[in-house]
């Protein structure tokens, strides 16, 4: 049967699953449309805009008559009919058991489907009853229509068909069946026919005759890289740390705690940078794009009103400037001397307030959300909390937040919590995600020994006594160094939680606190680029295999914590050559 015959058997059938699952005011693109008797009940009935391809000229002629436009068009050529246009659905019926490589076409097709669009696909379930039977006695006998028509090259069960839509870069929305075996032939007699549905209710892969699949288009995976302000002087530091404090004040002054410690981290060329000249952020953002990173996500300082290290982010809204996706991170919690000091001072208390404190800090966040640089999911804007437990009415808030996002036209907020030293687990029921912050999650929840050490170097404290010298000799003694490797395989190898918020996951490209902690700090050792891009690349393909959008990574510019993408003395530019490299190899 050539291709004009093969048209012509199908071109009176109209796949009713298929049409009732079409919304209604849609542009849809039906691939083997022959002649165009579901796209013209489309249009007719529900008011869509259709248009059709198919290799028979035979067909495309009458089609061109009932659709929107009509061409003859074979799918083995491997390219894209309509490189111009965006359709809302595309259409797979009974198409892609015909050709060669219907991962390919899929993969084509794609570049015309809308941001929000869907794929609506039928195939044959080969592993039906039936054929079942038939080869349990030897039989294969091809027809010219049905799961063994002889023009079929490629035969499908639920689990292939499902494996090849996401292989070729779509999400499964939904998997529908239709009944097979027996429905047609107990047409006339009602209640054996109804036994046969229920019979492919009960057991999908038996009995149904084919597999009806909704996807979308995977989210592409976008790496987002935490964003410290601290890099310029600030009232409130000069006060508490000495006149002109910034980031770099802490990192210049730390010293090598052992042999081959690389501290302290110098900047390449020296670049000490303030993030309040425009040359600086716009030279972050060209790096940024350059190596492959979407965004960043800038910790944001908000104590109940008062507003810390604002200023940059503020010059970025008013500038419109540089030309680089962001969101923010709510870095809730109160600060202290514990970063410098082993004695306990509190400097700026973190208070959440009321409904009105709520409704102020949103209208302050407004005018971030609407910048169309800020990161947003379904019209959501993208905002993480990094210590949620701590909010007590943290679920009235963003009931309130959603609310107020809703009159100003967005969808609600997309609420991030933050997975910490501090918090295994997500505490709010509104939230729609969570972010592995690492590598402090794992320090504390997924390194047991590690654990042992913090518990033991606590009691040790205790029965010793709070003298400064004392401690300080206990830290060294029980140095935190860290090994890379063994962590960022927990990390990899670590099984998720059954949520139901989005996982998004978090790496990290070094850590080392000496700067801040001095013999208090945390080390990691063996450390180098070419270990980061391989690792890396294991969490963008893990984050690929959960169809996660983000992949965070601690951090752009945390130098005081030895937690940069940065440029150094040291590596250069490596780090951010081990993001473009791990984005490009095939993982």
């Known amino acids: 049967m050539n291709n004009e015959q093969h048209s012509m058997v199908y071109s009176s059938d109209i796949n009713n699953y298929i049409y009732n699952l079409v919304p209604s005011d849609k542009k849809i693109l039906d691939v083997g449309c022959n002649s165009g008797n579901l796209g013209s009940k489309l249009i007719k009935e529900k008011n869509c805009e259709v ?14 008559k009932r659709l929107t436009k009509a061409i003859v068009f074979d ?28 991962d390919i076409i899929l993969k084509i097709f794609k570049s015309m489907l809308a941001d929000d669009g869907i794929i609506i696909t039928s195939t044959p379930n080969i592993a039906n009853i039936k054929i079942r039977l038939n080869i349990l006695f030897g039989k294969w006998i091809y027809k010219n229509n049905g799961i063994l028509d002889k023009t079929h090259i490629r035969f499908f ?40 549905i229920i019979l492919c209710k009960t057991n999908v892969k038996l009995f149904s005759l084919q597999f009806i699949i909704i996807a979308k288009k995977k989210k592409e995976l976008k790496i987002i890289a935490m964003h410290l302000p601290q890099f310029h002087s600030i009232p409130e530091n000069d006060k508490w740390w000495g006149k002109d404090f910034t980031e770099w004040t802490s990192t210049k002054k730390a010293t090598p705690l ?43 300082y908000w104590f109940n009103g008062k507003k810390v290290l604002e200023r ?74 990094y210590k949620p437990s701590q909010i007590l009415r943290i679920d009235e808030m963003i009931i309130l937040w959603n609310k107020l996002a809703n009159k100003e036209g967005f969808n609600g907020i997309h609420i991030v919590e933050t997975l910490s030293k501090t918090q295994a687990s997500p505490v709010s029921d509104f939230s729609e995600a969570v972010m592995y912050y690492e590598p402090g999650y794992t320090m504390r ?16 404290s205790a029965i ?50 000496t700067a801040r902690r001095g013999a208090r700090a945390y080390i990691f050792e063996h450390v180098t680029p070419k270990k980061f891009e391989k690792y890396f690349r294991c969490m963008l393909k893990k984050s690929l295999s959960i169809e996660s959008e983000f992949l965070f990574i601690t951090a752009w510019n945390e130098w005081a914590e030895g937690a940069y993408l940065e440029p150094d003395s040291k590596n250069g530019y490596a780090f951010l050559e081990a993001i473009k490299n791990a984005q490009s190899n095939k993982y």
């Open 51 to 64: 248009w059709g391809v198919d290799c028979s000229a035979n067909v495309i002629e009458i089609a061109k």
């Open 312 to 385: 940059p982010v503020e010059n970025i809204l008013e500038l419109k400037r540089p030309n680089l996706n962001f969101c923010f991170s709510w870095a809730n919690e109160s600060w202290s001397r514990t970063w410098y000091s082993s004695k306990k001072e509190s400097l700026l208390e973190q208070e959440y307030g009321n409904e009105e404190d709520w409704e102020h800090h949103f209208n302050y966040l407004l005018p971030f959300f609407k910048d169309n640089r800020y990161i947003k999911v379904d019209n959501k804007p993208v905002f993480l909390i």
């Open 464 to 513: 010793l006594g709070n003298n400064r010298y004392i401690n300080n000799f206990i830290k060294k003694l029980l140095l935190n160094k860290l090994n890379y490797d063994y962590f960022y395989k927990l990390i990899i190898n670590r099984k998720l939680k059954k949520i139901k918020q989005n996982n998004y996951l978090g790496s990290f490209v070094n850590f080392d606190d």
């Open 445 to 460: 929840h997924g390194n047991y020994f590690n654990s042992l050490k913090i518990s033991l170097k606590t009691k040790l």
């Open 258 to 300: 052992f042999k081959n410690h690389y501290q302290p981290k110098v900047p390449l060329d020296e670049n000490y940078y303030n993030l309040l000249e425009p040359k600086t952020r716009e030279w972050q953002a060209d790096l940024a794009k350059k190596y492959g990173i979407y965004g960043f996500c800038y910790y944001h």
């Open 157 to 196: 069960t639920k689990e292939t068909i499902q494996s090849v839509i996401k292989e070729s870069g779509y999400s499964i929305i939904k998997t529908e069946s239709t009944p097979g075996f027996g429905v047609y032939f107990f047409k006339n007699f009602n209640f054996l026919r109804k036994i046969m």
């Open 75 to 102: 799918l083995e050529t491997y390219k894209i009919p309509f490189p111009e246009e965006k359709f809302d659905i595309i259409i797979f019926a009974d198409v892609l058991e015909h050709i060669k490589y219907p």
